[in-house]
């Protein structure tokens, strides 16, 4: 079974950092695309970022361009999202989520997602 | 960017009566749609990929068509753990893009 653990959440100061991690197990995870996506509270949902299967190419939506950096560690089967100069409207669920196919290609849907952790600005 | 537009905002039925969600897209993303539902403090479940082909484990009511900019779910009888949250999401393109939902409530 699929699974996907976010951490990392938490209240930070606008303009400060946080470094959300999600573990991933069930699946092999060098084998995929991964994701972040963001929900405000109560609101819709908005792609973050996405790193390749292999880390060599990442991509941002222009909301967080410059600001934010996903990475992985697949010895670890981990995910990561480097949040820096953090805004008010940062604060969301961040949901981790695997790209549908494993082919290499893309872009593709999200077949499998985390529970979300939730991260704050505020002052 | 792909601007993916879903109605109604808030669609109300009674169990067991038939649901027809709708979603538009700015410009053609073939058949690269998907459909996600979410209920409250949860996260998001994949319904539908590729318009019309149904994820693992989801029930035959539930069915996708359309393609090119027009694109529907249809839930054809609602059962009480389908209200829920539905958004759409093309594929087609990056940056990958959800619409704002529709809720479909009791009525």
């Known amino acids: 079974e699929v699974q996907l653990v976010e951490s990392g959440g938490g209240v930070v100061r606008p303009g400060g950092s946080l470094r959300l991690s999600c573990a991933a197990s069930?699946?092999?995870?060098?084998?995929?695309?991964m994701n972040w996506v963001r929900q405000a509270p109560g609101k819709g949902l908005e792609w973050v970022a996405d790193?390749?299967?292999?880390?060599?190419?990442?991509d941002y939506a222009d909301s967080v361009k410059g600001r934010f950096t996903v990475s992985r560690d697949n010895a670890k089967n981990s995910l990561f999202l480097q949040m820096n100069s953090l805004r008010v409207e940062d604060t969301a669920f961040y949901y981790c989520?695997?790209?549908?196919?494993?082919?290499?290609?893309?872009?593709?849907?999200?077949?499998?997602w985390g529970q979300g952790t939730l991260v704050t600005v505020s002052s | 960017e792909r601007v993916m537009t879903q109605s109604p905002a808030t669609l109300s039925v009674s169990p067991g009566e038939r649901a027809t969600l709708s979603c538009r897209a700015s410009q053609s993303v073939s058949s690269n749609l998907a459909w996600y539902q979410q209920k409250p403090g949860q996260a998001p479940r994949l319904l539908i990929y590729?318009?019309?082909i149904r994820a693992t484990n989801i029930p035959a009511r539930f069915s996708g068509s359309g393609s090119g900019t027009e694109f529907t779910l249809t839930i054809s009888s609602l059962q009480s753990e389908d209200f829920a949250v539905y958004y759409c999401?093309?594929?087609?393109?990056?940056?990958?893009?959800f619409g704002q939902g529709t809720k479909l409530e009791i009525k």
């Open positions: 590729g318009a019309s």
């Open positions: 999401q093309q594929y087609n393109i990056w940056p990958r893009t």
């Open positions: 790193i390749t299967w292999n880390g060599g190419n990442t």
């Open positions: 989520a695997r790209d549908g196919l494993s082919d290499g290609s893309g872009p593709y849907y999200f077949d499998s």
């Open positions: 069930g699946f092999t995870f060098d084998g995929y695309g």
